[in-house]
């Protein structure tokens, strides 16, 4: 399949049904929400019942997808459908379909990339959880608190997930080491391990459960002020990986502003073709391996291989 000869009604066309179609995506639930306000504001009076409405279905229907999206993938799509409008206009200036099929190629990729930032942000979360959690518990102990009582009163934060399971253990006489042992299991709460191995040892060897939380604190800060400064060190490698990416484009909209019309030259040549494929092939091979040494210098005892 070439890039000339596109239609550009057509690409115009495929253009409006691909927005369209984000927006409702994106926008699911606003129908509902106009609806839910005229039936306030008329007072609650009657409402009469309207005919069949195929924006609502179609609203419905993207409202189940993006549900099952959720439940099957871990988190919501949204933010990636953006590549679709990009594409769009992109086909649009280069009178070529290959644009929209690149960016439709390029959304599960974008969303699984925006995904993992996601959890990386929820794993710093938890694991600054974990450390304000023993700081507060220790503080409800040396007040003179019961541990049980003292880890009802702390709010978890960012560990809400299973906290249940700790507190029901805590109120009904349970297992709280072996709950603390599974909220752990969360990616950033590894640190309630260590809570529960301070709780286990305090209850059998009546060992102080505060001074056991306050150096576990302690040493999850320690890890987490190297993790940071690791961070800040690997920042300029990112930042030049990120400017290296970006200055295909920049050349382009250069090429655009001096006349040369690049698009049409990379897109409707045969050896423009070939370059944009070997350039998108060595782009997004110097993209991973940056993100492999990245991962490889974060997370020195973790496989290689290991990337989600």
Same mark, same amino acid.
């Given at each position: 399949m070439t890039g000339g000869g596109a239609d550009p009604g057509a690409l115009t066309l495929c253009a409006a049904l691909l927005c369209a179609g984000a927006a409702v995506w994106l926008f699911p639930g606003r129908g509902r929400?106009?609806?839910? *306000?005229?039936? %306030?504001? !008329? +007072?609650?009076? @009657?409402? =009469?019942?309207?005919?069949?409405?195929?924006?609502?279905? /179609?609203? $419905?229907?993207?409202?189940?997808?993006?549900?099952?999206?959720?439940?099957?993938?871990?988190?919501?799509?949204?933010?990636?459908?953006?590549?679709?409008?990009?594409?769009?206009?992109?086909?649009?200036?280069?009178?070529?379909?290959?644009?929209?099929?690149?960016?439709?190629?390029?959304?599960?990729?974008?969303?699984?990339?925006?995904?993992?930032?996601?959890?990386?942000?929820?794993?710093?979360?938890?694991?600054?959880?974990?450390?304000?959690?023993?700081?507060?518990? *220790?503080?409800? %102990?040396? !007040? +003179?608190?019961? @541990?049980? =009582?003292?880890?009802?009163?702390?709010?978890?934060?960012? /560990?809400? $997930?299973?906290?249940?399971?700790?507190?029901?253990?805590?109120?009904?006489?349970?297992?709280?080491?072996?709950?603390?042992?599974?909220?752990?299991?969360?990616?950033?709460?590894?640190g309630l391990a260590g809570v529960a191995a301070c709780w286990q040892v305090a209850v059998d060897e009546g060992a102080g459960l505060a001074a056991g939380l306050d150096r576990v604190a302690a040493a999850l800060r320690a890890e987490r002020d190297q993790r940071e400064s690791l961070d800040a060190k690997l920042a300029g490698a990112r930042a030049t990986a990120v400017a290296l990416a970006v200055l295909p484009v920049v050349g382009l909209v250069l090429g655009g502003l001096l006349g040369a019309d690049p698009l049409r030259e990379l897109l409707h040549t045969p050896a423009g073709l070939g370059c944009l494929l070997v350039g998108g092939l060595l782009e997004w091979a110097g993209l991973v391996w940056t993100g492999r040494m990245v991962r490889a210098a974060r997370e020195p005892g973790r496989p290689v291989a290991d990337e989600r």
């Open positions: 929400q106009v609806r839910r *306000a005229r039936l %306030l504001l !008329a +007072g609650g009076g @009657p409402v =009469e019942r309207a005919g069949p409405d195929p924006v609502r279905r /179609l609203s $419905e229907t993207a409202a189940w997808l993006r549900e099952r999206w959720r439940v099957r993938y871990g988190g919501r799509m949204g933010r990636e459908l953006l590549c679709l409008p990009v594409g769009c206009v992109i086909a649009l200036l280069g009178s070529s379909i290959l644009p929209l099929l690149g960016a439709v190629l390029a959304t599960p990729a974008v969303g699984r990339w925006l995904r993992a930032r996601r959890r990386e942000r929820d794993r710093a979360r938890r694991a600054a959880g974990v450390i304000e959690l023993c700081a507060a518990v *220790a503080g409800e %102990l040396r !007040a +003179g608190r019961h @541990p049980c =009582e003292a880890l009802l009163a702390v709010d978890p934060g960012q /560990l809400r $997930e299973r906290w249940g399971l700790v507190t029901a253990a805590a109120r009904f006489g349970g297992d709280v080491p072996d709950a603390l042992r599974r909220a752990a299991r969360l990616p950033g709460a590894e």
